[in-house]
C-alpha cells in the first residue's frame, strides 16, 4: 500500500466519523439538565442532590452540600428520548435507500461531498431547535440521510479502490473512524457537562416554575459543532478521485486507468495497472450485457444468497446490543450505582476509548484470521459477557466490587464488539456483491443495519425501564443466534480481489465456505 492509497481510505473513512460523532454526542445530551428540562424529560423544583446523588433534604444524607439539580422524570420521559434518539436513525434509513440511486448518477465521491454538506445542516438544524421535540427529531433525520447515505457509499469507494490484499483493513478503517467519532463526543461533551452540570449557578436561585427554562448553551454547542466535521469531510473528499470501476461503468475508461495509476503508484503501462483495468472492463461488459440492474435483480437465484447474507449480519449487528449501551450508557452505569459524576463522565470515555482501541485488533485480524473467523469468535464473546454483566448486576447492592465487575464485562462486551461485529459487517457487504449491483447490495445491508437500529434506539428507554439489566440477557440471545448464522451462512472472502468474490459467490470458482 501507497501513502496515496492510504490518504484515499482514510479521507473516505472520515464519513464514519461523522456517524460517530452523532452517536456519541447524544448520550452525553441526554442527560444534560438543560436538554431535559427544554424537551420535557424531566422537570425540576428546586431541589438539590450531593456528590452522591442523594437529596439534601434526606434524612438519610449526611453530606448537605449541593452539587446536583435533582430532576424528576415526566411521564412521557421515555417516549420523547427514543423518539428524539430514533428519528436520526430513520434518516439514515431513507439515506442508505438515496445512496443506490445517488452513488450510481453522480458517482460514489460526489455523493459523499454532497453527505457531508448535509450533515452540517442537520446539525446546525439541531442546535438551533424551538422547545418542540419535533424539530429537533427532523434535524436528527436529517442527519440520518447523510449518515445513511454514506454509510453504503465511503465502504463502497473505499473497497473500489483498495488493493485486494489489505481491502479488508482499509475498509474497516469506517468502523475505525466511527469509534474515534464517539470519543471525541465523548471528551468533548464530557467537558461541557463537567462545567455546566456540576455546581451549576443556578443551584441556589429560587424555582417558579418546574418545567421553566435554565441556560441552554451546553446542548447547543454541542449539537452545532457537528457542522465542523461535515464541512471539513465535504472539502477533503473534492481532492479525492473518483471510483475507477464507477467511471469504467459510466465508459470512461482513459480516467479510470489514469486514477488506477496514481494509486498504484505507476505508469498507465504496469503490468499490474493493465491488469486491473482488464478485470474491471470484464466486470463492466459482463453488466452492461445483462442489462442495467434492478432492485428485483437482488432477490434473483444468483444474488439472492448475498442479499440475504448482509441483511441478516447487520440485524444481528444491531441486535448484539452495541447501541443500547452507546445510547444510553450513562443511564446504564447509574441503573448499575455508580455515582452521576462516573456514569456521566468517567465510564462512558473509558468505554468509548476501549471501543476506538479495539477497532485495531479488528482491522488487524480481518486479513489475518478472515471475515467469518472473526464473525464466530466475537459472537461467543459477545453472549458470554452479556450473561456475565448481567449475573454481577444483580450482587451490585453487596458492594462496590461487583458494580465494577458489571461495568468491566460492558467494557470486554465493547472490546469483543469492535474487534470482530463492529468492522466486518461493514467490509463483508462492500465486496460480495457484483459491481452491476453493489451499491443496491450495499444499501440493502446498510438499510438492515440502520432500520433495526432505529428498533433498538426507540424501544431501548423503555426496554431498560422495564427490564433493567436483564435486558442483557436478551442480547446475549441473539449473539448466540448471531454464532449459529456466521457459522452455517457466512462464506470467507480473505485475499481476493473484488472480481473473484463475485465468482465464488456465483459458484463458478472455488471458496471456502
Request: glycine share 8%; with cysteine.
Amino acid at each position: 500500500m501507497n501513502s496515496f492509497q492510504f490518504l484515499v481510505a482514510v479521507t473516505a473513512s472520515c464519513g464514519g466519523l461523522l456517524f460517530g460523532y452523532e452517536v456519541g454526542v447524544m448520550n452525553v445530551v441526554l442527560v444534560m439538565d438543560a436538554f431535559r428540562i427544554f424537551f420535557n424529560l424531566c422537570t425540576w423544583d428546586g431541589s438539590k442532590l450531593n456528590a452522591d446523588g442523594i437529596n439534601i433534604e434526606d434524612k438519610s444524607s449526611k453530606d448537605k452540600v449541593p452539587f446536583y439539580r435533582n430532576l424528576k422524570p415526566t411521564d412521557s420521559k421515555s417516549f420523547i428520548e427514543g423518539f428524539i434518539t430514533s428519528s436520526f436513525v430513520l434518516g439514515a434509513l431513507c439515506g442508505a435507500l438515496l445512496a443506490s440511486y445517488l452513488g450510481e448518477k453522480y458517482g460514489r465521491q460526489k455523493t459523499i461531498m454532497i453527505g457531508a454538506c448535509i450533515f452540517a445542516i442537520g446539525g446546525i438544524l439541531q442546535g438551533s431547535s424551538i422547545r418542540n421535540y419535533i424539530m429537533i427529531a427532523v434535524g436528527r433525520l436529517i442527519t440520518g440521510l447523510s449518515v445513511g447515505c454514506n454509510s453504503v457509499l465511503c465502504p463502497t469507494y473505499i473497497s473500489e479502490v483498495a488493493p485486494a490484499k489489505i481491502r479488508g483493513t482499509l475498509a474497516s478503517c469506517y468502523q475505525l473512524m466511527i469509534t474515534l467519532g464517539i470519543v471525541i463526543a465523548a471528551i468533548i461533551n464530557a467537558i461541557v457537562w463537567y462545567f455546566t452540570n456540576i455546581k451549576p449557578d443556578d443551584l441556589n436561585t429560587p424555582r417558579t416554575k418546574i418545567d421553566a427554562e435554565i441556560s441552554n448553551f451546553e446542548w447547543r454547542f454541542a449539537l452545532c459543532l457537528q457542522a465542523i466535521p461535515g464541512i471539513a469531510l465535504a472539502i477533503l473528499m473534492s481532492f479525492l478521485p473518483k471510483s475507477p470501476r464507477w467511471l469504467c461503468s459510466k465508459g470512461r475508461d482513459e480516467e479510470a486507468v489514469q486514477i488506477l495509476a496514481k494509486l498504484n503508484a505507476t505508469s498507465v503501462e504496469d503490468e499490474l495497472v493493465q491488469s486491473e483495468l482488464k478485470a474491471i472492463q470484464e466486470d463492466v461488459a459482463a453488466t452492461v450485457a445483462a442489462g442495467s440492474s434492478s432492485v428485483a435483480e437482488l432477490f434473483s437465484s444468483v444474488i439472492r444468497r448475498r442479499t440475504f447474507v448482509v441483511f441478516f449480519i447487520q440485524l444481528f449487528q444491531q441486535w448484539t446490543g452495541v447501541n443500547v449501551i452507546m445510547y444510553y450508557q450513562s443511564q446504564i452505569y447509574n441503573e448499575m450505582g455508580f455515582t452521576k459524576f462516573l456514569s456521566t463522565i468517567v465510564l462512558p470515555v473509558v468505554n468509548n476509548l476501549v471501543n476506538f482501541i479495539s477497532t485495531f485488533p479488528g482491522m488487524w485480524g480481518i486479513e489475518k484470521f478472515g471475515r467469518k473467523t472473526l464473525l464466530i469468535v466475537g459472537a461467543i464473546m459477545m453472549m458470554i459477557f452479556h450473561i456475565l454483566t448481567w449475573a454481577f448486576s444483580t450482587q451490585t447492592s453487596k458492594g462496590e466490587f461487583w458494580k465494577y465487575l458489571s461495568v468491566i464485562s460492558v467494557f470486554l462486551y465493547v472490546f469483543a464488539f469492535a474487534s470482530t461485529w463492529g468492522p466486518t459487517p461493514w467490509v463483508y457487504q462492500s465486496e460480495i456483491f457484483p459491481l452491476r449491483v453493489r451499491v443496491k447490495g450495499s444499501a440493502v445491508g446498510t438499510m438492515s443495519n440502520f432500520f433495526n437500529n432505529w428498533i433498538i434506539a426507540f424501544v431501548g428507554p423503555a426496554l431498560m425501564k422495564m427490564w433493567g439489566t436483564r435486558s442483557f440477557l436478551l442480547f446475549a440471545t441473539c449473539c448466540l443466534l448471531a454464532f449459529l448464522f456466521a457459522s452455517f451462512f457466512c462464506v470467507e472472502s480473505k485475499g481476493l480481489n473484488l472480481e473473484e468474490v463475485d465468482a465464488m459467490m456465483s459458484g463458478k470458482a472455488a471458496g471456502k465456505a
